[in-house]
C-alpha cells in the first residue's frame, strides 16, 4: 500500500517531442503527489506538484494530469529540450506524515537534439 | 536563498573508520532530511529532524547517527560502515515543521564510497 508505481524506467525523445511519464498508487490516503527533477551530480529538486482536488495542473512547459479515480498521475514535458535530459521521480505523501515522500522508482528522459 | 549545502562532496573511508556528513540550510527552515540513494534508484528516507527533535528515524543501522545541533545544521556520523552502505546522501530542507506536505529542497549529496 506504500508504493508508487512508475513507468517508463526509460525514455527517449527526439526534441520537440512531448515525454509522458505515469505513476500509481494504491493508498487513498496519499493527497499530495510531487515529482523531482534530479541531474547527474545533483539532488532532486521539486518541478511540480498537485492536490486531488484538480484534475491537472500546468507549469510552463510541465502538466500533471491526475486521476482519482483509477489512483494514477503523470506528467507531460511539452516542447521537450535537451536540457530536459534528467531522472524524474513521481512521489506521493499524506497528511500527518512528517511530510514522507514515498518515491517512484524514477524515469530516465534523453531528449536528444 | 534555497540552497541547502552538503560537505564533503565525496568521502572515501574503511570500514573501521569514523567520518561525519555535514548538511547545513539558512533558509530558516524547521525540517531537515537524510536520505540515501543508491545508483539508478530513488532516494530513501533515512531520517527526519522536525523543529530540532527526531521525528522519523526508518529502522536505520545503528552504524548511522543522527545530530541535530541548531535548526540550520544537521550532521550525520558513520561508524563502521559497510561496503554496501557506498550511495550518495543527500541532505534536504522543509520550511514548517515537516508535519503537512511541503516542498522539501535538496542538497547536492555526499558522495561515499566505503572500502
Known amino acids: 500500500q506504500q508504493q508508487v508505481k512508475q513507468s517508463p524506467q526509460s525514455l527517449i525523445v527526439q526534441k520537440g517531442g512531448i515525454p509522458i511519464i505515469n505513476c500509481a498508487y494504491e493508498?487513498?490516503?496519499?493527497?499530495?503527489f510531487p515529482w523531482y527533477q534530479q541531474f547527474p551530480g545533483k539532488g532532486p529538486a521539486l518541478l511540480i506538484a498537485?492536490?486531488?482536488?484538480?484534475s491537472e495542473k500546468k507549469e510552463g512547459r510541465f502538466t500533471i494530469s491526475f486521476n482519482k479515480s483509477a489512483k494514477q498521475f503523470s506528467l507531460h514535458i511539452m516542447d521537450s529540450q535537451p536540457g530536459d535530459s534528467a531522472t524524474y521521480f513521481c512521489?506521493?505523501?499524506?497528511?500527518?506524515?512528517?511530510?514522507?515522500?514515498?518515491f517512484g522508482a524514477g524515469t530516465r528522459l534523453a531528449v536528444h537534439p | 536563498d534555497t540552497e541547502v549545502t552538503q560537505t564533503p562532496k565525496h568521502l572515501v573511508m574503511g570500514m573501521t573508520n569514523k567520518k561525519s556528513l555535514k548538511c547545513e540550510q539558512h533558509?530558516?527552515?524547521?525540517?531537515m532530511y537524510w536520505y540515501k540513494q543508491k545508483a539508478k534508484k530513488p532516494p530513501e528516507l533515512m531520517f527526519v529532524?522536525?523543529?530540532?527533535?527526531?521525528?522519523i528515524n526508518e529502522s536505520v543501522p545503528s552504524r548511522f547517527s543522527p545530530e541535530c545541533p541548531n535548526s540550520s545544521l544537521l550532521n550525520l556520523h558513520l561508524h563502521a560502515l559497510q561496503p554496501e552502505d557506498s550511495a550518495l546522501y543527500l541532505c534536504?530542507?522543509?520550511?514548517?515543521?515537516?508535519?503537512?506536505?511541503?516542498?522539501?529542497?535538496f542538497g547536492p549529496g555526499t558522495r561515499l564510497l566505503v572500502l
Open positions: 534536504a530542507s522543509s520550511q514548517e515543521g515537516g508535519t503537512d506536505q511541503e516542498t522539501q529542497y
Open positions: 498537485i492536490r486531488p482536488d484538480v
Open positions: 533558509m530558516g527552515h524547521r525540517a
Open positions: 493508498n487513498t490516503a496519499f493527497d499530495y
Open positions: 512521489a506521493a505523501s499524506r497528511r500527518g506524515g512528517y511530510n514522507k515522500l514515498i
Open positions: 529532524y522536525s523543529y530540532e527533535k527526531l521525528s
